[in-house]
């Protein structure tokens, strides 16, 4: 799960890496507040609040550039925010349509004497936590990780030890800081370690770390991302969730445990279990179709569910046919093809639907569908239900 | 005739009073599995079902019962606590069926699992589990789309695995086991590891390797069948259609903006180490069929 800058930039407050003074806002009222709290002799930085990188250098859908603005009197603070709140903004990580900004992040400017970059990451390979630091910051750090990968500093942390003072002095002198600075890395260090634990987040990113004018350090921008699985131990973090970055029907499908993610294909396939639903888009491609989704049922779906799944999948506007692709195993093929039918009586089923059942009670199932006088194609098998379906919808 | 496995095995099941518990050891006694006992604090001394005798730890299960294989169906939060309780117990095999376990979590239960002293092998989390056609079947597959025989299979996945488990059953040719290995990013048993086991079993002519976007498994899979396996082997990998930067599913699969873990690398890879390659997810069987007659 990822969350919103202002929102990380709270956490790595409370975890006491120094970050530069700053209040959200979203809407005229806490705008004017926010600059009225802000140092008037200060630089003030309006930063768009939203999932995706690249805010900087993004254009909004009306023409207006950069979703991070510095800005140096209160009034053009207040000018770049409203221009920002509520427009569309197109980074290189959205969609064309770009991301609607509903909450801004107004901060002190700071003095930036050079950018480092600093992450701890949980390691899925190596299954353990790992620091990641650059002098090389302020920048797209894959793209440092191609172009000079010496200048990678990557420092595994055992997980029964710990972070220890050691690690925290290699990578100090690694990035040449010396006296206090040594010290000051160390407290960030330990605060973003201490964070990632405590509230099991997959990515901390600070992307700049920079040194000021007087030499301190301080965070300027922070990417954070949780693992979905452990959010029930950490009740703060679930409540950062905004839906509003999500789609629609993504977040319909959470609602009810189904896994969904829309595509831009016009043949949705609801599937059960992720490996064969990303075969099943797979195939639907070799037969020259385009899949609308990716949708994984899951193990235990119920007739519940499968209606929900129909109505999330048809409310998608592309949608021109729809297959269903189900290998009973936990699942029994009887339950899915009672929920078919209950949907497609609930829903007004205008598009050619194409079903392949497979393993527990096929039979059982196959009779269900039949005498329900719905309009439907079956087929035996995975090419040839992906063969009909990409055939219905090209004519 | 098959790989860790077999009638020898003696299966306690952690969870075994709960809904998933219950139906799928149903499924497996069914099936034939020696299920020795049952795991649910609290409940020891009861009986499941009027059969099993469930205990209140793993421990009991393996002093009293001579458990050496685990299953478990413990809700998220409790499972990498009962991989380590049967861990400590002793325990050989364990298959972790849960979907969902914290990454750190795995992570400490892989620390523990990476000491020299440890000796248990682990198969999931988040898979569908392990079966010897016709011996032992251990997890929530459909068993009569099995057939006992002479090909290995392992996969990420659950429901694509039976798919070309039902490819393979409906062209004549058996199991000797079939091997889910989970989808989630930190597991136990890679899919270099039950390559390895299937070259090294005497009953298995042959090999079906299933894997996923996402990660380097398959990669490194490939590395060891360049260097070591001569027995026939063909694969196929989901994903190919999946765009960057987007979990499909199962926690590992996923294409990391910068492009690494894609479909087309993994089958290159493949195609690199001599694996015959089903580009359609329909065609698994057609591909082994290309180098092994059964």
Known sequence: MNIHEYQAKALLDQFKVPIPKGISANDEASIDSAIAQLDPESLIVVKAQIHAGGRGKGTFTDGYKGGVQLCDSPEKAKSAALAMLGNHLVTKQTSPQGRKVQTLYLTEGSTIEHEYYLAVVLDRESAQTVIIASTEGGIDIEAVAEKNPEKIIRVPVSLDMGLKPHHCRSIAFKLGFSGNQVKELSKILNGLYQMAIEKNAELIEINPLVTNQEGSLVALDAKVSFDSNALYKNPDIAELRDTNEEDPKEVEASAYNLNYIALEGNIACMVNGAGLAMATMDIIKSYGGEPANFLDVGGGANEEQVTAAFKIILSDPNVKGILVNIFGGIMKCDIIARGIVSAAKNVSLSVPLVVRLEGTNVEAGKVILKESGLELTSADSLAEAAEIITQKVSA | ?294
């Open chain 2, 1 to 294: 005739m098959s790989i860790l496995v077999d009638k020898n095995t003696r299966l306690v099941v952690q969870g075994i009073t709960g809904n998933a518990g219950t139906f799928h050891t149903q499924q497996c006694v069914e099936y034939g599995t020696n299920v020795v006992a049952g795991v649910t604090p609290g409940k020891g001394g009861l009986k499941w079902e009027n059969t099993v005798p469930i205990c209140n730890t793993v421990n009991e299960a393996v002093n009293q019962y001579g458990a050496n294989t685990s299953v478990i169906y413990v809700p998220p939060p409790f499972a990498a606590d009962s991989i380590l309780e049967s861990i400590d117990a002793g325990i050989e095999l364990i298959v972790c069926i849960t979907e969902g376990i914290p990454v750190q979590d795995m992570a400490e239960v892989r620390h523990k699992l990476n000491q020299s002293s440890v000796k248990t092998r682990l198969i999931g989390p988040n898979c569908p589990g392990i079966i010897t056609p016709g011996h032992c079947k251990i997890g929530i597959m459909p068993g009569y789309i099995h057939k006992e025989g002479r090909v290995g299979v392992v996969s990420r996945s659950g429901t694509l695995t039976y798919e070309a488990v039902w490819q393979l059953t409906q062209k004549g040719l058996g199991q000797s086991t079939c091997i889910g290995i989970g989808g989630d990013p930190i597991n136990g048993t890679s899919q270099k590891d039950a390559v390895q086991l299937f070259n090294e079993d005497p009953d298995t002519d042959a090999i079906i390797m299933i894997g996923e976007i996402g990660g380097s498994a398959e990669e490194e899979a490939c590395q060891y069948i360049k260097e070591h396996v001569s027995k026939p082997i063909a694969g196929f990998i989901a994903g190919a259609s999946a765009p960057k930067g987007r979990t499909m599913g199962h926690a590992g699969a996923i294409i990391s903006e910068s492009g690494a873990g894609t479909a087309e690398a993994k089958f290159q890879a493949m195609e690199e180490a001599g694996v015959k390659i089903a580009k359609n997810p329909s065609k698994i069987a057609d591909a082994l069929m290309t180098c092994y007659s059964g």
